[in-house]
């Protein structure tokens, strides 16, 4: 099993304009608080070795999808520009993929 992001259209009137600091900061709680849930799943799964054995793969995407949130949160927490943001980034393939997104809207969303 791997966690890749869906593609998702990138139209003017899906895009968070003006975000808030305190809209921002309400989403990356809720990043938190989904990281939070999957890691005791993630626990209480890896705690029954069968389990281990059978779907490491699954456990392996589950600790990802954590690293993936708390990134997130900590990107909507911080200020700078965008661009400075990502470097704080630790999960590689997120930091890509923002970094990607972020030029194809630049060159207003053409592929």
Do not use: W
Not at 63 to 82: E, K, N, Y
Request: proline fraction near 3%.
């Amino acid at each position: 099993m791997s966690v890749t992001a869906p593609d998702a259209p990138r139209s003017a009137d899906r895009r968070c304009a003006n975000l808030s600091a305190d809209a921002a900061s309400a989403i990356a709680d809720e990043l938190v608080g989904l990281t939070t849930a999957l890691s005791e799943l993630a626990y209480d799964l890896g705690s029954h070795g069968e389990t281990v054995r059978r779907h490491m793969g699954a456990l392996q995407s589950i600790d990802l999808i954590t690293q993936i949130h708390l990134s997130l949160a900590d990107l909507l927490r911080s200020s700078g520009p965008f661009e400075q943001r990502l470097e704080g980034v630790v999960v590689e393939a997120l930091g890509q993929r923002l970094r990607q997104s972020l030029a194809q809207a630049k060159r207003g969303g053409s592929q």
